[in-house]
């Protein structure tokens, strides 16, 4: 069977393009357009990272989940999390409808923005700790044999074996943001008092996320080994997809945010990062059948070490606000560097096996 071209696996996403800069051209126009393609730019230049690290979950997964994970993830992505969830933080924080939210976002933008904006740092809180816990997970793994930045992975996995060393981490830093939390924050010119409890639950809550997720994965796991039925693998393929899913939305937050910066319009927001979404989908779906993450095997790590900056950012945007630049640097560099550094090794182990 012939190889799959690479302009092949950008098909969907040409069409996404496509439709979408059809519908922002006719909803506003030009600028509009050009505001939908600065956020598509920034979409993909902060979640390219994300790519990595859905490539490295979904290679584990079914074809039929990849196509699903494509398309149905899709839906989710452009009108769950970039649309929907925004308007349902305006539904819950304020005593408007679900209609009255919609249209609030749709009629009020200027408004819609100041209640998303006083809620950044519960947004920030939640992301952070759940992509902060995957960051965690990957560095604290006793069983990884196969180091990047050798001094630390190499010390974090030896401590690993004594003991639940990850919880006591995580923890600690609850306690200590959480404690250091100011009473007033900064939003945009408005200083704004805060209770300490909108930071703390939604750390609980993005970590008792990422537990669960997990115990659903590995029981479905253990029973897959005892019992290999198509239920016991939809039970799976729906929990990784779900596991997929939550980890996107965690990516997106800060997009999502960012995205007010360029403009207030829920539309203009919903199909920009839409776009970008599209592609770093795409992307995923290359790397999982090109096998680019087994093949430069240091990409894993720059992703993982891209999500704990990109974690921390998220933590400290919970106080401060941080320049999208900075934020897309900590997105990319460890990538870039870990993709170079792969193809290094990868040259040394070819001579090494001449010289043999």
Known sequence: MSKKSTISYFYGFFGVWLAASVLLYLYGGIFALYQGTILSMLELSLSFDNAVVNATILVTMAAVWRRRFLIWGMVIAVFGVRFIFPVLIVYFSTSLGLIDSFNLAITKPDEYEKIIQSYH?????FGGMFLLMLFLKFIFDENKD??????IEEFASKISKRGNVKMIFILFVMLFITYIAPAEITIGKELVTINKIEI??????????FYLIE???????????QEVGDATKLSGGIVSFIYLEVIDMSFSLDGVLGAFAVTQNIVIIMLGLGIGAMAV?????????????????????GAMWSIGLLALTMIIQIFYHLPAMLITTFAIVPIALAFVHSIYKNREFILDNQQQ
């Open 121 to 125: 740092h519960v947004i920030m809180s």
């Open 146 to 151: 196969v180091h990047w930045i050798r001094t």
């Open 200 to 209: 703390l639950a939604p750390m609980l809550i993005g970590m008792i996320i």
């Open 215 to 225: 115990f659903l994965k590995g029981f479905l796991e253990q029973d897959e080994k």
């Open 281 to 301: 989908r795409s992307l995923t779906i290359l790397m999982v059948e090109r096998d680019v993450v087994a093949k430069y095997i240091y990409l894993e790590h």
